[in-house]
């Protein structure tokens, strides 16, 4: 055989080997292999693509609020078929894992990683709104079934008793903050703001791009696009160091520190 023919055969197999080992990778951490569950190709729901459960009885969702003594919401996910696994998030999707994504009509509040949530009442404008939850692979895609997320809602009323129109204003903040992303730089500088346990805090974020805003730790998500700020409000229950971040571009934007 010649050393041109040779050539060529070593190279065929050498493609055909490789297009395998692609279409059969291990899971990071499992000894299994598998193709990766692919995402829909149809349209992005709220920025994240569908990716259709397969492979037996898909996973299931039930969404219950119940509304908290001190205030807010404490929310219950009961999942069928379905893991919580936040040791993997943004990671290679996995059939029956992952975490949920929570909305309030419509817009993302926060993720979730476990079967419980607490929803700052200052997640929820005053009067009826729906609470909707979706769940999510690894990567954010989120799961579903005929090209329908796999999802559940119900309603909540938010500031004060349903129908009560003359509820109290949200109260005046102790810390207040405002920053802005023009063109991927953050003013003012990325630095450390202090907030004493129970303290109000509300933080104004402007952009001249969409973004979604993350505050890591206390898990509260708000849009923010040109000419429409995201302000996230909450108390400071939780003491630590927290970081504030922008997810689409990856811009860390502050920290707070909780004392």
């Not at 729901?45 to 509304?67: C, N």
């Not at 919401?73 to 894992?97: I, M, S």
């Not at 709104?129 to 329908?148: I, Q």
């Not at 979604?212 to 849009?223: A, K, M, N, P, Q």
Request: charged content about 20%; aromatic content about 4%.
């Amino acid at each position: 055989m010649s050393l041109h023919i040779r050539t060529a055969l070593t190279g065929a197999v050498l493609a055909l080997a490789a297009a395998g080992c692609a279409g059969e990778a291990a899971e990071p951490g499992t000894g299994g292999s598998g193709p990766t569950p692919a995402a829909s190709s149809s349209a992005a729901h709220h920025g994240h693509g569908l990716r259709e459960a397969t492979g037996g009885e898909p996973p299931a969702v039930a969404l219950e609020a119940t509304k908290d003594p001190s205030a807010g919401w404490n929310v219950h996910l009961d999942v069928e078929r379905y893991a919580f696994t936040p040791g993997r998030v943004g990671g290679r999707p996995r059939q029956g894992e992952g975490h949920a994504h929570l909305y309030v009509d419509g817009e993302k509040i926060a993720r979730v990683y476990g079967p419980w949530h607490h929803v700052p009442a200052s997640a929820v404008g005053q009067g009826e709104h729906t609470l909707s939850v979706r769940l999510s692979a690894n990567d954010h895609s989120t799961w579903a079934v005929g090209g329908e997320p796999i999802s559940d809602s119900t309603a909540i009323t938010g500031g004060g008793p349903a129908g009560d129109a003359a509820a109290a204003p949200a109260p005046e903040a102790d810390t207040t903050l405002e920053i802005t992303l023009d063109d991927g730089a953050v003013s003012p500088e990325p630095g450390r703001v202090e907030a004493a346990l129970g303290d109000r805090v509300r933080i104004t974020v402007r952009s001249d791009t969409t973004e979604t805003v993350h505050l890591h730790g206390y898990d509260i998500e708000r849009s923010v696009a040109p000419g429409q700020p995201a302000v996230l409000e909450f108390t400071a229950e939780t003491s630590g160091l927290f970081e504030l971040e922008a997810h689409e571009s990856g811009t860390l934007l502050t920290q707070i520190a909780v004392r």
